[in-house]
Nanobody
Framework: VQLQASGGGLVQAGGSLRLSCAASGRSFSSYSMGWFRQAPGKEPEFVAAISWSGGSLDYADSVKGRFTISRDNTKNAVTLQMNNLKPEDTAVYYC???????????????WGQGTQVTVSS
């Protein structure tokens, strides 16, 4: 499966962005999907994950209550709605697909190219 992330940009603190990840290839609905981010000079960080059915969600504590992950298997797409953004959310955001909706990067087999999110104070 190939993944294409989009929707990043520059936003002021307190604002919102909606990231999208479009998947091509078969069996998208078989995969759990995750979002990760990496800020300059920092290790990659888990953000959110959703099971293949959408019935199981997981969020990093740092984004819980502000970010919402969802998916539409009919459109082969997963989204990350980000509200009340903070400067510390600034990072490149990556979507990933795998067979387990874990918090570890090695839980995922396929990765998108990343989209930049910049939050100004």
């Amino acid at each position: 499966v190939q993944l294409q992330a989009s929707g990043g940009g520059l936003v002021q603190a307190g604002g919102s962005l909606r990231l999208s990840c479009a998947a091509s290839g078969r069996s998208f609905s078989s995969y759990s999907m995750g979002w990760f981010r990496q800020a300059p000079g920092k290790e990659p960080e888990f953000v959110a994950a959703i099971s293949w059915s959408g019935g199981s969600l997981d969020y990093a504590d740092s984004v819980k209550g502000r970010f919402t992950i969802s998916r539409d298997n009919t459109k082969n797409a997963v989204t990350l709605q980000m509200n009340n953004l903070k400067p510390e959310d600034t990072a490149v955001y990556y979507c990933a697909a795998g067979y387990y909706n874990g918090r570890r990067g090695d839980s995922y087999n396929y990765w998108g190219q990343g989209t930049q999110v910049t939050v100004s104070s």
